[in-house]
């Protein structure tokens, strides 16, 4: 078993230098929160990144796989990726585009609806947990903070979101 390193109060505990770098904090949020979801979502095998894009395409049927991958701040070649994986489960559906039959549009087929159906209030349960430190009112400013670091910072993602 891995022994945990002892916290020192006295002031030079690494972990104290560690809690006042933000970008270490929510690198370790995200790993919790993703540990969270795979815990309420694992039986129905989809990754956070699947599940933003079955959200999406629930609400924006037939968008195009780049207008997708902006949509939910992931790189065109990742999305196209997992656009296609998800195609083979049966969960998608790509089809040439109208006016432009190099593009692919992408829907949810019935399968895909089914499972998002499912899926949904275990990823919300992830959320929850993900803040259930937080008294609700705290949870509505810390969501409305992370919003608006992202909205100042979007550009400077790898995959900037259409906001």
Known sequence: MTQRPRIDRSGSDPWLALAARPGFLIRRLHQIHLALFAEECAAFGVTP???SLLSVLATQPGLDQAALAFAVGVD???TANVVARME????????????DRRVKQVELTAAGHRLLARIDPHARRAHERTLEAL?????????ALLRQLVDAGNAYGRAPMLL
Not at 88 to 99: C, H, I, N, Y
Not at 135 to 143: C, D, G, K, Q, T
């Open 49 to 51: 990144v699947q599940f």
């Open 135 to 143: 008294r609700p009112a705290e949870r509505a400013r810390f969501v």
């Open 76 to 78: 065109r070649a990742t």
């Open 88 to 99: 083979k489960r049966g969960l998608l559906r790509r089809r040439a585009g109208e006016t």
